[in-house]
């Protein structure tokens, strides 16, 4: 299953493990953060949500800096000066850039096909 420009909370449970041993040394060097890779299958939680029973999981890319908690990134200066840590932990600020980024190429596409030529200037 692959989610793009989404990103989902995962919650281990040890129940679906072989042993416990087994569990522990897998997700021992899992951090908040993370990049994983999941296989398993769909199921509906008790109160019928969407979920997967994960069978294995898999380290991709660790996280080599600690994200911040909970609270996110509440400082604007820290927001503005490390903007990829911005869109990492804020949504809204995810999606602005998305929609900018759709109208910036869908102008460059309509311009193009109307025969403009871009062209950049110094300055």
Avoid: W
Avoid at 33 to 55: C, N, W
Avoid at 77 to 100: A, G, P, S, W
């Amino acid at each position: 299953m692959s989610l793009p420009n989404l990103s989902t909370r995962t919650c281990a449970d040890g129940r679906n493990a072989p042993s416990p041993e087994a569990f522990d040394a897998h997700h021992e060097h899992i951090r908040r953060g993370d990049i994983i890779g999941v296989t398993g299958f769909p199921a509906r939680t008790k109160a019928g949500e969407l979920s997967l029973q994960v069978s294995e999981v898999k380290l991709l890319a660790p996280c080599l800096h600690q994200l911040p908690g909970r609270e996110g990134l509440v400082d604007l200066e820290t927001r503005y000066r490390k903007r990829y840590l911005d869109l990492i932990m804020n949504h809204d600020t995810r999606d602005v850039f998305i929609t900018r980024s759709k109208v910036v190429n869908y102008i460059r596409k309509f311009l193009d096909n109307l025969g403009f030529m871009e062209v950049s200037t110094a300055g």
